[in-house]
């Protein structure tokens, strides 16, 4: 069982990029998927959440209007799309997943996730 995260990179700000999340030993059908993101010296903090069915998601205010969250299940894979960069954006950005009963639900504390991905860096330049 295990989440791979990538599409990190170096961007200017302003720019986009594609967070995708994989999974692979289990299929994601009933999972519900987080991105977090972690800030040298800060805490990680909440970016977005989808549930199983991909119908309930949330984004945290500093990336609403900017990012967006969806999956393919057919593909195995939860997607993070990232427009207007700003250089506060800068972190290494993590999935995780933790099984639900419905899919119909997601969690928002780092603690609720059972499987973490590796991390990947995103950097914007200002």
């Known amino acids: 069982v295990q989440l791979q995260a990538s599409g990190g990179g170096l961007v200017q700000a302003g720019g986009s990029l594609r967070l995708s999340c994989a999974a692979s030993?289990?299929?994601?059908?009933?999972?519900?998927i987080g991105w977090f993101r972690q800030a040298p010296g800060k805490e990680r903090e909440a970016v977005s959440f989808?549930?199983?069915?991909?119908?309930?998601?949330y984004l945290a205010d500093s990336v609403k209007g900017r990012f967006t969250i969806s999956r393919d299940n057919a593909k195995n894979t939860v997607s993070l799309q990232m427009n207007y960069l700003k250089p506060e954006d800068t972190a290494v950005y993590y999935c995780?997943?933790?099984?639900?009963?419905?899919?119909?639900?997601?969690?928002?504390?780092?603690?609720?996730?059972?499987?973490w991905g590796q991390g990947t860096q995103v950097t914007v330049s200002s």
């Open positions: 995780a997943g933790v099984i639900t009963d419905s899919g119909t639900d997601y969690y928002t504390r780092p603690q609720e996730y059972d499987y």
């Open positions: 030993g289990f299929t994601l059908d009933y999972y519900a």
């Open positions: 989808i549930s199983g069915d991909g119908r309930s998601t």
